[in-house]
């Protein structure tokens, strides 16, 4: 039975956990040259309606490194869900490929490839969600503390898909989670509502970025405007400009605290370039790290 990886709570612990060992063994033997060609002679179709750097770069190296093909499909090659129905694209798909990755405004066309595809599809973003990113998040944090237990992460910005995707995280693994957010942009209700429901982590709301950092592992930020909000920036750049994650924030937290940033970042507004560069920043080991894990998810859904 196929298995599609849409959000993080397709995921037990059990399986995450698992997933960030197979993640780790993979960096191991990237680093070192060995061949790792579990996945040889399979195909990938990447289906893009947003523009990507990272994700687009990462899945096709990780494929490549993995044995296989990755086929970028730009929004002009498809026009999904309007040249040709989101359905039939999963169907034929599945004829031609042995996965799909997807990075999609509407999370329901991220479903739907997922009810309709009978191969392995991945959620590569979409409005709601950003699966994907955390995990790779979550390695690099692991790898930087040496284990996640006790762990405290504050996330400071917009209540978007970063957020709910950490919220999810919390609902499978441990933690505590600060979110300063400004009122009027909190996460999605219902995804906020089922992890306070698991009891799996302690979630707390703040709309002072000061008070939420005191005493973190973890300082997470994000764009104020996502792709496709560009209408909304300058609004937006007012109302946040008090959640810029810089020097004097970082005053109120631990003195060894991590700084991470799931880029691109607009340096000078959500961050700055002393935090962005500077010595607590784990920035690019956080962007390396999504190779990494996305070849484990490929592996654990794609491996025949």
Same mark, same amino acid.
């Given at each position: 039975?196929?298995?599609?990886?849409?959000?993080?709570?397709?995921?037990?612990?059990?399986?995450?956990?698992?997933?960030?060992?197979?993640?780790?063994?993979?960096?191991?033997?990237?680093?070192?040259?060995?061949?790792?060609?579990?996945?040889?002679?399979?195909?990938?179709?990447?289906?893009?309606?947003?523009?990507?750097?990272?994700?687009?770069?990462?899945?096709?190296?990780?494929?490549?490194?993995?044995?296989?093909?990755?086929?970028?499909?730009?929004?002009?090659?498809?026009?999904?869900?309007?040249?040709?129905?989101?359905?039939?694209?999963?169907?034929?798909?599945?004829?031609?490929?042995?996965?799909?990755?997807?990075?999609?405004?509407?999370?329901?066309?991220?479903?739907?490839?997922?009810?309709?595809?009978?191969?392995?599809?991945?959620?590569?973003?979409?409005?709601?969600?950003?699966?994907?990113?955390?995990?790779?998040?979550?390695?690099?944090?692991?790898?930087?503390?040496?284990?996640?237990?006790?762990?405290?992460?504050?996330?400071?910005?917009?209540?978007?898909?970063?957020?709910?995707?950490?919220?999810?995280?919390?609902?499978?693994?441990?933690?505590?989670?600060?979110?300063?957010?400004?009122?009027? #942009? %909190?996460?999605?209700?219902?995804? &906020?509502?089922?992890? +306070?429901?698991?009891?799996? @982590?302690?979630? /707390?709301?703040?709309?002072?970025?000061?008070?939420?950092?005191?005493?973190?592992?973890?300082?997470?930020?994000?764009?104020?405007?996502?792709?496709?909000?560009?209408?909304?920036?300058?609004?937006?750049?007012?109302?946040?400009?008090?959640?810029?994650?810089?020097?004097?924030?970082?005053?109120?937290?631990?003195?060894?605290?991590?700084?991470?940033?799931?880029?691109?970042?607009?340096?000078?507004?959500?961050?700055?370039?002393?935090?962005?560069?500077?010595?607590?920043?784990?920035? #690019? %080991?956080?962007?390396?790290?999504? &190779?990494?894990?996305? +070849?484990?998810?490929?592996? @654990?859904?794609? /491996?025949?």
């Amino acid at each position: 039975m196929k298995k599609d990886f849409l959000a993080i709570t397709d995921l037990s612990s059990e399986e995450i956990n698992d997933m960030f060992t197979l993640a780790s063994d993979l960096k191991k033997k990237t680093k070192s040259g060995k061949k790792h060609h579990v996945l040889n002679g399979q195909t990938l179709a990447m289906i893009f309606q947003k523009p990507s750097a990272r994700t687009r770069v990462s899945f096709e190296v990780g494929m490549f490194q993995l044995g296989g093909h990755a086929l970028y499909l730009s929004p002009n090659d498809i026009g999904l869900g309007k040249r040709e129905s989101v359905a039939d694209i999963a169907r034929v798909f599945s004829r031609y490929n042995d996965g799909i990755m997807a990075r999609v405004f509407s999370h329901n066309d991220v479903l739907e490839l997922g009810q309709y595809a009978s191969v392995p599809v991945i959620n590569g973003l979409s409005d709601l969600l950003h699966p994907c990113q955390v995990m790779g998040d979550m390695l690099t944090i692991l790898e930087h503390r040496g284990g996640l237990d006790g762990l405290k992460l504050t996330y400071i910005g917009d209540g978007n898909n970063l957020a709910n995707s950490w919220l999810n995280m919390a609902s499978r693994i441990p933690m505590q989670l600060h979110l300063a957010i400004p009122e009027g #942009f %909190d996460p999605d209700k219902e995804i &906020l509502s089922k992890v +306070k429901d698991s009891n799996c @982590s302690e979630i /707390k709301m703040f709309r002072d970025p000061k008070e939420a950092v005191q005493g973190v592992d973890v300082i997470y930020t994000d764009v104020w405007a996502s792709m496709g909000q560009e209408s909304e920036a300058e609004k937006r750049k007012k109302i946040f400009q008090e959640y810029q994650v810089n020097n004097q924030l970082l005053k109120n937290a631990a003195t060894d605290v991590k700084v991470m940033h799931c880029l691109p970042a607009h340096r000078g507004d959500e961050i700055t370039d002393e935090v962005m560069d500077g010595p607590h920043s784990i920035v #690019f %080991d956080e962007a390396e790290n999504r &190779l990494h894990i996305q +070849k484990a998810i490929m592996v @654990s859904l794609m /491996k025949k």
